[in-house]
């Protein structure tokens, strides 16, 4: 069981760096979404776009992450009852 679990961290890990990552860019492209509205009308399309962009990335491997997770769980379930 922890040797599957060992193969499979580093792909966690990525999934989880990945998906904080596109957070970050997400609420730093909102951010200049708001700081640029000041200035630039034809930005806004543009940024918010980047935010939502980013926003669904992290959505898709939270769920993939969350996903991923489950199945295991229940593989490893399975193998530990025969």
């Not at 904080?20 to 200049?32: A, E, G, H, T, Y």
């Not at 491997?61 to 991923?68: D, K, Q, R, V």
Request: net charge neutral.
């Amino acid at each position: 069981l922890l040797p599957l679990f060992s193969f499979f961290l580093p792909f966690l890990s990525f999934f989880f760096f990945f998906s904080s990552l596109s957070l970050f860019f997400s609420f730093f492209f909102l951010f200049l979404f708001f700081f640029s509205s000041f200035f630039f009308f034809f930005s806004f399309f543009f940024l918010f776009s980047f935010f939502f962009f980013f926003s669904f990335l992290f959505l898709f491997f939270f769920f993939l992450l969350l996903f991923l997770f489950f199945f295991f769980s229940l593989l490893f379930f399975s193998l530990s009852l025969f």
